[in-house]
């Protein structure tokens, strides 16, 4: 086949997610321990496991036509890429990455300007290079191979930018957060004389929406009732919708089915009080996609 579109599924910490997203979207992925070619069941996409930091420089080139990771790589690497969509993994992917500015709990450090002519180590150095040249704040960045939290608290360095999601490591370690300096999502990007392929652009596109639809529907669930006529103004107050629920008359009867869109959250709470107002036969579904 002549249409193929190379994907880049990301390698690490978003790989599983990725694939379990692609699978709520409609698409089976299915990664082999022996290589760097996962199968997917359309054969118009072939998909490569790159790892995230590296996503973008790819992408540019154009060894691939799309791919996904964090926005926070391609600020790193300076990638002339498109940005098709963010991916807001709320379920899947756990919190967005914040990218911090760390220094020992006991360090006088209490604000970015207080790093003028300090050092920092760091994986992200030419995003913190640039932050802070653009803050005029002089600095000398080192980029650090790991163990990045070990080497302020050696006295390596004065600071480290890393990354985290919810601080508690960083804390646990008797660090302090002095300035949250980016926040970053996964992103669907795509090379550019890709994106001007009418083909390519349509396939990205498709990709885009159905994620973006599965996306949606994360922590949403269907509910489905039936529920006396008189009844019905009193559970539409009640009853959240993405707009307005759908109300249907049953045969022959004075009742309705009603059906709705909730967050999941909300049912344990809405339930009690639809069944006080006489709603019978509740069922609860889960979502894969919202459109």
Sequence with gaps: M???LKFGIPKGSLES????????AGW???PTSRNYFPTIDDEEIKCNLIRSQE?????????IDAGIAGFDWVLENNSDVVKVCDLVYSKASRRPAKWVLVVTEDSPIRKIEDLKNKTIATELVNFTKKFFHDKKIPVKVEFSWGATE???VEGLCDAIVEVTETGSTIKANGLRIVDTLLVSNPILMANKRAWKNKWKREKIEQIATLLQSALRAENMVGIKLNAPKKSIEDIVKILPSLNYPTISNLYNS??????????????????PKLIALG??????YSLNKII
């Design 254 to 271: 004075e009742w309705v089915s009603i059906e709705s869109v909730l967050p999941e959250k909300q049912v344990r709470v809405i339930i």
């Design 279 to 284: 709603a019978q036969g509740i069922i609860e």
């Design 17 to 24: 997610a990725t694939i379990e997203l692609f699978k709520k």
């Design 55 to 63: 996503m973008s420089i790819y992408v540019e080139k154009g060894t």
């Design 150 to 152: 070990a080497k302020v």
């Design 28 to 30: 089976i992925i299915t």
């Design 2 to 4: 002549s249409n193929i």
